[in-house]
T-cell receptor, first 113, second 110 residues
Framework: EPEVTQTPSHQVTQMGQEVILRCVPI?????FYWYRQILGQKVEFLVS????????KSEIFDDQFSVERPDGSNFTLKIRSTKLEDSAMYFC???????????FGPGTRLTVL | QKEVEQNSGPLSVPEGAIASLNCTYS??????FFWYRQYSGKSPELIMS????GDKEDGRFTAQLNKASQYVSLLIRDSQPSDSATYLC??????????FGTGTRLQVFP
């Protein structure tokens, strides 16, 4: 069964460093998302991406964040200068079209020291 | 501010019983409703989707939607210890994002 994959599973970085989180969505899906979940809190939407551009972004997704689909399979989230409060689980999700079921990857645990 | 509300629990039920999980949402314009299961330290796993009023059954799971009351629920029949997890209600507001509730922790004891 096709699934969303994410790498790395765990990323440890120093405050102020850049990180890139990688995702491979399900192959026939067209809409891609990043969510995050701070430990003990709810899953929060960050950004949606369709047709090589951002469809919608949340207040959390400020200028320090960017997304890219560098090729036909990968979807990346970059955080330019990490802060302590960026420590969270980051989930990638994908779906065939808006409003349909979104399938989540296993997540990347980001720890900012 | 669009909100999705869930009782955080824990909801404790004996093995074999029916577990009933509830969710309310604030925006009447909501189009799509989803239940996800999340084990500790893992990602959300889709259980059910429901788009129109009424019941939708899939195996031991039944989702119920009442748009007039802005209420969606999940029933788990014949609950098993392996069903012990946090259940997340998610609502799509005719935009490109899901809004999640805080989740209800379910404990099924033998």
């Amino acid at each position: 069964e096709p699934e969303v994959t994410q790498t790395p599973s765990h990323q440890v970085t120093q405050m102020g460093q850049e990180v890139i989180l990688r995702c491979v969505p399900i192959s026939n899906h067209l809409y891609f998302y990043w969510y995050r979940q701070i430990l003990g809190q709810k899953v929060e939407f960050l950004v949606s991406f369709y047709n090589n551009e951002i469809s919608e972004k949340s207040e959390i997704f400020d200028d320090q964040f960017s997304v890219e689909r560098p090729d036909g399979s990968n979807f990346t989230l970059k955080i330019r200068s990490t802060k302590l409060e960026d420590s969270a689980m980051y989930f990638c999700a994908s779906t065939t079209r808006r409003g349909n079921e979104q399938f989540f990857g296993p997540g990347t645990r980001l720890t900012v020291l | 501010q669009k909100e999705v509300e869930q009782n955080s629990g824990p909801l404790s039920v004996p093995e074999g019983a029916i577990a009933s999980l509830n969710c309310t949402y604030s925006d009447r314009g909501s189009q799509s409703f989803f239940w996800y299961r999340q084990y500790s330290g893992k990602s959300p796993e889709l259980i059910m989707s429901i788009y129109s009023n009424g019941d939708k059954e899939d195996g031991r799971f039944t989702a119920q939607l009442n748009k007039a009351s802005q209420y969606v629920s999940l029933l788990i029949r014949d609950s098993q210890p392996s069903d012990s997890a946090t259940y997340l209600c998610a609502v799509e507001y005719n935009t490109d994002k899901l809004i999640f509730g805080t989740g209800t922790r379910l404990q099924v004891f033998p």
